[in-house]
């Protein structure tokens, strides 16, 4: 068991490894998909119905896929379709795509929820299109959805651990090849759990902080 | 919809006119909110448009900036037709926006941004939509919340304001475009009754030193002693206009005596007697 450590430890370059990149991914993807996210969410809250339609299409769609099935689809599925990707463009892109899914979404039911009047001020003083949304629905939006965005975030660094199976070499794909080549399932398992759970915790340091700049300002 | 014929009311006669009104017209569903509302605005005027809930005076307030898009009539500001270009065609969100920032509005639920300062607040609009230099608008919005008491609130968030606080900034925030005129959406309906007295005093000043405004208001003491001219609406049309002082002390019309009597009693200072008609 201390054994099964110590392994670990002596193999911590290829760990290391894996942590790196998992957080190479999450971070990545966490920025894109949040952007993408905040990009559509206007047009899911479109007056014209036919746009705010198939962007909700794509947006339940997506959500309502497993993550695994969806990794599959880009890496495996879509060569078939004449698009080939390498395993990394094909684990990030399918990250970006799926949670830019679920950022829309929260965006969009922060947004729903925010009282009309200070956007509405904000077209009475020259406010319109991009500048109003950037400047004057965004901010509180942000601050308001940051617990549930922390929420996301999480997720995609769960949702990467998947990627193991398109032989990315994340943490999880870390952990499992030392397992194997040591049989030390628990301590190379415990340790990537660990490890994520740090991660988890930086997430939640930052929303919390966010938390506080909303705080202040309700 | 006859929005496109603005030839005769662009002659030079309309230009002192900061504002005129003319044929507007505006219906939720079955319901004709307002009916071929006419008037116009001098420079330098304050005029309160008084009536009962629900007669459509916020609803005409909302109308003359198009927050709310009228089926038809004619907005002239400075005798530039507002919501429709010059080729009768109507404005896009870009051109609208660019006429709005000529109009200051106040509102009655205040509509400051949460996630500014009061400072923030009041030069947001100046620095991102007219773009004038940074130097300036802090200089003029310092000036400003020092004038509505409250330069020592500048780096406090709308939230931790009283309701009075909040409607003082969002008068400056409304001064700070240097707009041609300002309209009030009933600016003191919100507030607690004791809160009332900071926001009126701010308001009396303003009109006293020239400002233009378009006032939506409850106070019936306000209207007498600060309005230029009140008007006087009810379901959708103008039933009275005139001199305050000839207005509360004998109106001309029974809607308008029946209006006052309900209201005299939390309004007018020495309860004016309202005289019987003939």
Redesign the interface.
């Known amino acids: 068991m201390i054994n099964g450590f110590g392994i670990v430890w002596a193999e911590r370059g290829l760990m290391l490894a894996g942590l790196a990149n998992t957080l190479l991914l999450s971070v990545l993807a966490g920025i894109c998909a949040l952007l993408l996210g905040a990009l559509l969410t206007p047009l899911l809250m479109h007056r014209a119905k036919p746009v705010a339609r198939s962007v909700r299409v794509f947006v339940d769609a997506a959500r309502c896929t497993p993550f695994l099935l969806f990794a599959y689809m880009v890496y495996y599925g879509l060569p078939s379709l004449g698009l080939r990707f390498d395993n990394w463009s094909a684990g990030l892109s399918a990250l970006i795509v799926y949670h830019t899914a679920y950022m829309a979404e929260i965006l969009r039911g922060a947004w729903a929820a925010q009282p009309r009047?200070?956007i509405?001020?904000?077209?009475?003083?020259?406010?319109?299109?991009l500048?109003l949304f950037r400047?004057?629905v965004l901010?509180?939006l942000a601050?308001a959805s940051a617990p549930v965005v922390g929420n996301q975030l999480i997720q995609i660094i769960k949702d990467s651990a998947f990627l193991t199976i398109i032989a990315l070499p994340e943490l999880t794909h870390a952990a499992s090849s030392i397992q194997s080549r040591h049989f030390v399932p628990f301590a190379a398992f415990i340790t990537a759990v660990l490890l994520y759970w740090a991660l988890c915790l930086v997430v939640e340091a930052g929303v919390s902080t966010v938390g506080r700049m909303a705080e202040?300002?309700? | 919809m006859n929005m496109n014929d603005i030839s005769d009311m662009s002659d030079m006669s309309q230009c002192r006119q900061v504002l005129s009104v003319s044929g507007l017209s505006k219906r939720f569903g079955s319901l004709q909110v307002l009916d071929g509302i006419g008037f116009s605005v001098a420079r330098g005027e304050t005029v309160c448009l008084l009536g009962p809930s629900g007669s459509g005076k916020s609803t005409l307030l909302r109308c003359i900036n198009w927050l709310e898009r009228p089926d038809s009539g004619h907005v002239l500001l400075d005798g530039r037709q507002i919501g429709v270009s010059s080729g009768g065609v109507v404005m896009n969100d870009r051109e609208l926006a660019l006429m709005r920032t000529r109009i200051g509005m106040v509102f009655q639920h205040f509509a400051l941004w949460p996630h500014l300062s009061v400072l923030q607040n009041v030069v947001e609009a100046p620095l991102h939509v007219q773009r004038r230099p940074k130097g300036e608008v802090m200089a003029e919005a310092e000036a400003l919340l020092r004038r509505v008491g409250l330069f020592d609130k500048r780096d406090v968030f709308p939230a931790r304001l009283s309701g009075g606080q909040k409607q003082r900034v969002g008068i400056a925030r409304a001064l700070a475009m240097k707009p041609a005129l300002l309209l009030f959406d009933e600016p003191t309906s919100a507030l607690d009754p004791e809160l009332v007295g900071e926001v009126l005093a701010v308001m009396r000043d303003l009109a006293r030193e020239g400002m233009t405004m378009v006032v939506v208001t409850h106070e019936m003491a306000f209207a007498r002693e600060a309005a230029s001219r009140v008007i006087f609406i009810d379901r959708g049309v103008i039933v009275e206009t005139g001199h305050p002082e000839a207005f509360f002390s004998a109106p001309s019309t029974e809607r308008a005596r029946q209006f006052l009597l309900r209201y005299a009693g939390a309004g007018l200072p020495n309860a004016a007697p309202v005289p019987t008609p003939p």
Do not use: D, K, S, T
Request: aromatic share 10%.
């Open positions: 009047a200070p509405e001020a904000g077209q009475a003083f020259g406010y319109h299109g500048a400047r004057i901010p509180p601050l202040a300002r309700r």
